[in-house]
Every structure is written in C-alpha cells, then in structure tokens.
C-alpha cells in the first residue's frame, strides 16, 4: 500500500496536467479503449483496460494469482502501435489479443511511442501540494511526442479563475531531440529554478545523451544507466530557460531505437518461479533455448509440451511480445 500510495505521488504531475485538460477541454482523465477505437471490437471486448491520460494505458490485474505462475493473468487487448511497460521496460507489439501477467507488486502499464510523462523523481516525495523544485520526464522513444506541464498557485475557486504556469516539452523522433521550457503563464507559481532528469526507458543499449541550455552545453549534467534505460540530470535550470537534451544511437541511423531485449531472461523467471515438476523445468528451457530453430518452431514445441495453460501463456507473453526479438 505505501508503495501505491508513493507511486500516486511522484505521478501528481502528470495527474495534475491531465486533470486540468479535463477541466478546460471537456477530456476526462480515465477513458476506455473504445472511446478511441469505437470501430474495433477488441476494445469493446476488454472493458476493464483503459487510458490515463494521454500518455499511458492500463491492463488492470483483477484476477486471482495463479498457483503455477504465482502471478494474475489478465486477458487484454494492446492498442496499435508499439508499447512499453514503464516498470520493467518490456516492449511489446500493438494491436493485438495477449495475456498480461504480472506478480501482486506490479503494474501494467504501459505508454506508446512518443510518450512524455513527468515524475516527481523522489521515491518518497515530500507531502504537501508545492510545485516539486525536481521534476522527471520519462520519454520513450520510437515517434514524435509532445506534452505540457500544468502548475499553479493553489489559488482560484474554478478553472476559469486559475492562473497556470505552463511547461511545453517536445521530443522529436528524427533528430533524437528533446526541448523542455521555456515556461509561460503565472511563473511566480513555480520554482525560479529546478532540477531536471530526462529518462529514455528501454532504449538502445549504445545510447548517448548530451545536454545543453539555452543553446549552451549543460556541463554540469550527469549521466548514468537505470534498471531499464539511461536518464541525464541537469541542475539549476531556470524556469524561462530551454533545455535540450540530445539521444544518440550509433546503431541506428532512423533516429533512437527502442532495445531488444533477450526474451529468455524473462523466460528463465518465470519458469524458476512456476510450481512445476522440477525435472520439467530443463526440458522447457532447452526448448525455448534451441535458438537455430525459428521462433515459431519454438513456440509450437511449448504448446505440444501440455504444460499448464497459464504457464504456457506466461511463456508466451515474453517470447511473442516484441516482434522484432528472433531469439
């Protein structure tokens, strides 16, 4: 519960932003799939899922843990367009019927290309409602995304009486660019000056990021490699300035590239996890691992192995993912 409650609060800039589009333009903060996708059945079909926000979409895990994975398997339906889970990193292909599995202290949630979401960075944020003197934004990279930042004094008895403070962040999929500022509005609202951190999750792992300010190299940023990408902090930057941040991916010459990443690591898990014969457990694995063989050749051995649904599906989740993983 305290994590969950930590996790709402590092999110309040982004809840924050998306509640005052809700008030000005009439768009609600939680919207189901076919709302969007009035004409595709799957979206009908999956009415638990959802968006929040502009930049997120959520796979609630609402049924029991499974014996043999130890985890909730959920049934979902992923929007078009290539997705990423924010926690883990884990890629996976729009458009399509998959079941979600995940262990009673995970999320699924998951944002698209181009997305921006901005975190409070403290794993346990102070209380109270002031603008944070450190923000966080988490991009992912793949398409072009923009997002704005609302802020404001506390004051103001409706929205048409708010004096806002607003932060345009751009990111730019061609040139690997990301703008951040300068803010406008009520600036007397917001923190003359912040720290920023720009984080690419699950990108290419020969990634390299530079930073600069008002067209001035930043350096006294810092770079350093997280559980699922890399991030750069720069110190100090004033509110009416502009930040640049700059991602390259010497192994890509279409702009950044979200990682591949090796399926099996995600396949050893769960099977180390599964309550199954443990003399079962290589057979599988050496299956899976025989890697001269396609994908699709693996993935018909597992289902002629009658290993239990859920495992079998669990299994699957991490093999057929991403598409662009061959083993």
């Not at 345009?168 to 920023?196: F, H």
């Not at 008002?214 to 300035?241: E, H, L, M």
Request: aromatic share 8%; glycine share 8%.
């Amino acid at each position: 519960m305290n994590d969950a409650l930590r996790l709402r609060h590092r999110l309040i800039p982004y809840i924050y932003s998306m509640n005052a589009v809700s008030a000005r333009e009439g768009e609600p903060l939680i919207q189901p799939l076919y709302w969007k996708y009035p004409q595709n059945g799957n979206s009908m079909a999956h009415k638990n899922t959802y968006f929040f926000g502009s930049q997120l979409f959520v796979v609630p895990m609402t049924k029991p843990r499974d014996k043999v994975t130890g985890r909730s398997g959920v049934e979902a339906w992923m929007p078009p367009g290539r997705h990423v889970d924010i926690f883990s990193g884990r890629v996976y292909d729009g458009d399509r019927k998959l079941k979600i599995f995940r262990q009673l202290d995970e999320y699924a949630v998951f944002a698209p290309e181009g997305a921006m979401i901005p975190f409070d960075p403290s794993e346990s944020p102070d209380a109270g409602t002031a603008s944070p003197k450190e923000l966080e934004v988490k991009v992912i990279v793949g398409a072009d995304g923009e997002f704005t930042l609302y802020e404001d004094n506390g004051k103001g008895a409706d929205v048409d009486n708010v004096e806002w403070a607003t932060t345009p962040m751009k990111y730019e999929q061609k040139t690997g660019v990301v703008i951040i500022g300068p803010a406008s509005g009520d600036l007397d609202s917001i923190p003359k000056e912040r720290d920023w951190t720009v984080t690419f999750i699950s990108i290419a792992e020969d990634a390299t990021l530079e930073a600069s300010l008002d067209g001035k190299s930043a350096s006294s940023a810092t770079t350093k490699k997280t559980k699922t990408g890399i991030s750069i902090t720069i110190p100090s930057v004033s509110a009416t300035g502009k930040l640049t941040v700059t991602i390259t991916s010497p192994s890509s010459k279409s702009g950044p590239t979200l990682r591949v990443r090796n399926a099996l690591d995600d396949v050893f898990t769960i099977l180390n996890d599964a309550q199954m014969s443990f003399d079962a457990k290589p057979g599988v694995w050496s299956t899976l691992n025989e890697r001269e063989k396609p994908l699709v050749v693996r993935l018909a051995s597992l289902r002629g192995m009658d290993l239990d649904a859920n495992l079998e599906a669990a299994l699957g989740e991490c093999l057929s993912g991403d598409s662009r993983w061959s083993g």
